[in-house]
């Protein structure tokens, strides 16, 4: 048994998928504990049965096209023509337009590719320091995993049985609140450095909106048709599809149906073909580790060294930011979700709030140490160190563990529309 953990981590060490890690030490252990392996099947059938399971590709596919049509260049022209006369103005313009687009790409990476490499120049034309452009523009690819219709929310939905409409709802002042946060610390970098801010004109914010505004109408669209009772999740998905395909091949004419269209849809089933494999052979494993009594023992362990949920709020966030800073956002989400979940509620913690705590606590993640996503890409797109990155978004992790402890401890901010 020894020698096969082992063998598996030094596999996983050396690039083996996740996927494949997982599977193996979920026979491993099915093995070892005399367990029926078809115990990790069983768990199959009800994610294929989930009736939100649908969306993740639907809302993947928009965030996709979205990205290859322009999208990117649009929110940058809009925002800065509606927020660069701030003070800090066009930092502010980043963690906008990054936060609006990752709530749709879904993926930290694609918003630092996409927008990353168009607003560095930029920032750093107008004279802000290196140390804080880097900083702002890999901390903010993550700001938009609260917003709907994040496919992380999708993710934590499915795997904790949660409605994804609460959790649309729960996200939305903790992400405002860590969105005004950081844009009061870009205006004070702003006026310390003497950053040139440009003068609000309404002719150039008219045009900006003209272009831009199929693009700022499709949160409105879909907020306004779940939370009306108009359509379902699943339904506003294939909405938001179809939405953006006529966008961006009919009305911007910056993607062809006839040569793009079989290209999109081949990325975006390799993004969510590699979720949902994860997804279901985590989520068999947890089922084996149920079935061992794994999340009971737990409870037993933390029910004699835990007696309030003040303490066991505090432990959960020092643990879930170990989590965030070694495993990817949608693994920790099939991972850890379904173990942490139960002791929550033994805690009396609401699920919902415990979903915008896990979110938030994997969002610093993407910019932490030794598995940051973020910093990763960050470098490749920048050709900076991954330390100095690290360094650069030092002074942001400070404020966002800040903001960390008034989410947790301050549960009106999630659960404000119950």
């Not at 797109?381 to 978004?393: G, I, N, Q």
């Amino acid at each position: 048994m020894p020698f096969a953990v082992a063998a598996i981590i030094m596999l996983a060490l050396f690039g083996l998928p996740l996927f494949a890690v997982l599977g193996a030490g979920s026979l491993l252990y099915a093995h070892y504990s005399e367990l029926d392996s078809a115990l990790l099947i069983v768990e199959l059938n009800r994610l294929a049965s989930s009736p939100n399971l649908t969306a993740i590709p639907l809302f993947t596919l928009a965030g996709v096209i979205l990205s290859s049509g322009g999208a990117p260049q649009r929110l940058i022209r809009l925002f800065n023509a509606l927020l660069g006369w701030l003070p800090g103005g066009l930092s502010i313009v980043a963690i906008a337009a990054c936060a609006f687009f990752t709530s749709f790409s879904g993926a930290s990476g694609v918003t630092i590719l996409a927008l990353g490499g168009l607003l560095y120049p930029v920032l750093m034309k107008v004279h802000y320091p290196e140390r804080f452009s880097l900083g702002l523009l890999t901390t903010s690819g993550s700001l938009g995993l609260l917003f709907p219709p994040s496919l992380a929310i999708l993710l934590y939905g499915v795997v904790a049985g949660v409605n994804i409409d609460d959790l649309f709802l729960a996200g939305i002042v903790p992400g405002l609140t860590l969105m005004v946060m950081l844009g009061v610390y870009a205006a004070f970098v702003g006026s310390r450095f003497s950053v040139p801010h440009h003068p609000f004109s309404w002719h150039i914010l008219g045009r900006a909106l003209h272009s831009g505004l199929g693009d700022v109408l499709l949160p409105v669209l879909i907020v306004t048709g779940i939370f009306g009772g108009y359509v379902t999740v699943s339904e506003a998905a294939a909405c938001t599809a179809l939405y953006v395909l006529v966008l961006e091949s009919l009305v911007h004419r910056s993607i062809s149906l006839r040569k793009q269209l079989i290209p999109l849809l081949g990325d975006t089933a390799v993004l969510v073909g590699s979720i949902l494999i994860i997804l279901g052979v985590a989520m068999g494993l947890t089922n084996l580790l149920i079935d061992a009594q794994l999340p009971m023992r737990l409870l037993e362990w933390m029910e004699t060294s835990i007696d309030t949920p003040l303490k066991f709020l505090l432990l959960l966030n020092l643990f879930l930011l170990a989590v965030g800073a070694m495993m990817d956002i949608f693994s920790a989400t099939v991972v850890v979700v379904p173990l942490i979940l139960p002791l929550a509620q033994r805690f009396g913690i609401d699920p919902v709030h415990l979903g915008v705590i896990f979110l938030a606590n994997l969002e610093i993640g993407y910019s932490t140490p030794p598995v940051g996503i973020n910093l990763f890409i960050a470098s490749q797109r920048f050709e900076k160190p991954v330390l100095t990155l690290f360094r650069s978004t030092f002074p942001f992790l400070l404020l966002m563990l800040v903001w960390l402890g008034i989410v947790t401890y301050v549960p009106v901010l999630s659960l404000w529309w119950q």
